[in-house]
């Protein structure tokens, strides 16, 4: 695909349970980023890529959050035991490389939890 | 403190009018300075990016840079309704890692 996609747009969940958010980069892009963007405020980082490996965790907020990307393109980020305060939307972005290059940015997954 | 300051707005003009969208910011080892442009429901779109202090133009929009004063502006000339959108900086230094810092982003409304 042209740009950056994520899956699923809208996610509606329960307090408790476990939510995955998928992020597709741009092809041969190695640096993948996870933002979160609360109504109103600007993106957040969480957590950032280049290749398989998380080069920088430092953003997400506590253990309820982990992210993967396995084989180096797709990321996977996972939420255990969701809580209210996790409803945001989840943008996902993607680099060339990792330093100096612009962040492609894909629409985001909704995440809502009643 | 907030690493970026933006005036979260709203914002509206008639269309043809000048606008002008700040921010500040507080690392004066911020290097590289972006704006972005969201629509409702979509993700941030760049629009413009400079390093460090100066002017850059595309088009009907002027980024400035004044890191002395730790300020950035974007300047849309002939403003259009199709510019209503959300107007987000962000900034980064990549010598200490690859963290994009944003603003709030300031909502635009050009009235036809």
């Known amino acids: 695909g042209a740009g950056v996609s994520q899956t699923p747009s809208n996610k509606v969940t329960e307090k408790g349970k476990y939510v995955e958010l998928r992020c597709d980069p741009i092809s041969g892009h190695t640096a993948l980023y996870w933002y979160r963007q609360s109504l109103g405020q600007g993106p957040e980082f969480l957590i950032y890529f280049q290749g398989t490996g998380a080069a920088d965790d430092s953003g997400l907020p506590n253990d309820r959050f982990f992210a993967v990307r396995p084989e180096g393109s797709v990321s996977t980020l996972k939420i255990q035991r969701t809580e209210r305060g996790d409803s945001a939307v989840y943008l996902c972005?993607?680099?060339?490389?990792?330093?100096?290059?612009?962040?492609?940015f894909g629409p985001g997954t909704r995440l809502t939890v009643l | 403190q907030k690493e970026v300051e933006q005036d979260p707005g709203p914002l509206s003009v008639p269309e043809g009018a000048i606008v002008s969208l700040n921010c500040t910011y507080s690392n004066s080892a911020f290097q590289y300075f972006m704006w972005y442009r969201q629509y409702s429901r979509k993700g941030p779109e760049l629009l413009m990016y400079?390093?460090?202090?100066g002017n850059k133009e595309d088009g009907r929009f002027t980024a400035q840079v004044d890191k002395s004063s730790k300020y950035i502006s974007l300047f849309i000339r002939d403003s259009q309704p199709s510019d209503s959108a959300t107007y987000l900086c962000?900034?980064?230094?990549?010598?200490?890692?690859?963290?994009?810092?944003f603003g709030t982003g300031t909502s635009l409304t050009v009235i036809p």
């Open positions: 962000a900034m980064t230094n990549f010598n200490t890692g690859n963290q994009f810092y």
């Open positions: 400079t390093y460090s202090s």
């Open positions: 972005a993607s680099s060339l490389t990792l330093a100096g290059d612009t962040q492609y």
